[in-house]
């Protein structure tokens, strides 16, 4: 039951901060798939820590990432 209850807290945590603003679709291919994996590895680092911060400041790190790549053409 305890592991039931994590799962759920992080699931309902993990709901509160969603990627979904995030236009991936403006970005060449290859370096969004890149940037989104770095994002998945990031949120799985902890996520039973503390994830609200950590989503945060993945989500944050995806953005720049993005930024990096070269428009879609």
Request: charged fraction near 20%; include cysteine.
């Amino acid at each position: 039951m305890k592991h039931l209850l994590i799962a759920f807290s992080i699931w309902t945590l993990a709901g509160c901060v969603s990627i979904a603003d995030v236009d991936v679709s403006k970005s060449e291919p290859v370096c969004a798939r890149e940037c989104t994996k770095t994002y998945s590895d990031c949120i799985s680092i902890d996520a039973i820590g503390t994830p609200t911060p950590l989503f945060h400041q993945c989500k944050q790190a995806l953005k720049l990432c993005l930024q990096t790549c070269p428009p879609k053409e």
